[in-house]
Nanobody, 117 residues
Framework: VQLQASGGGLVLAGGSLRLSCAAS????????MGWFRQAPGKEREFVAS????????YYVDFAKGRFTISRDSAKNTVYLQMNSLKPEDTAVYYC???????????WGQGTQVTVSS
């Protein structure tokens, strides 16, 4: 299994970016895909997740109302649409995969998001 994250970049505060995570291999219905981020000097934190089957989503508080996670089953790709970006959203964003009930055990390489004020 490989997860390939892309879509990061430099954006002004208030702008938008859409991150993509392309998953190779099988995408079983019991998988959950998540986005995490890690800012310099900080621990990695959870952002959002979506179940591959049913598309059930979950967001951390700072992401609610600004970020939207979605998936395209035909493309084996998960997206994170980020709107109203703030400088504090600057981080390396990672996608990850787990089986429901277990820890995330497959991680993508990360994509840098930089929001300037």
């Amino acid at each position: 299994v490989q997860l390939q994250a892309s879509g990061g970049g430099l954006v002004l505060a208030g702008g938008s970016l859409r991150l993509s995570c392309a998953a190779s291999g099988r995408t079983l219905s019991r998988y959950v895909m998540g986005w995490f981020r890690q800012a310099p000097g900080k621990e990695r934190e959870f952002v959002a997740s979506i179940t591959w089957s049913g598309g059930i989503t979950y967001y951390v508080d700072f992401a609610k109302g600004r970020f939207t996670i979605s998936r395209d089953s035909a493309k084996n790709t998960v997206y994170l649409q980020m709107n109203s970006l703030k400088p504090e959203d600057t981080a390396v964003y990672y996608c990850a995969r787990k089986i429901r009930g277990y820890e995330y055990n497959y991680w993508g390489q990360g994509t840098q998001v930089t929001v300037s004020s």
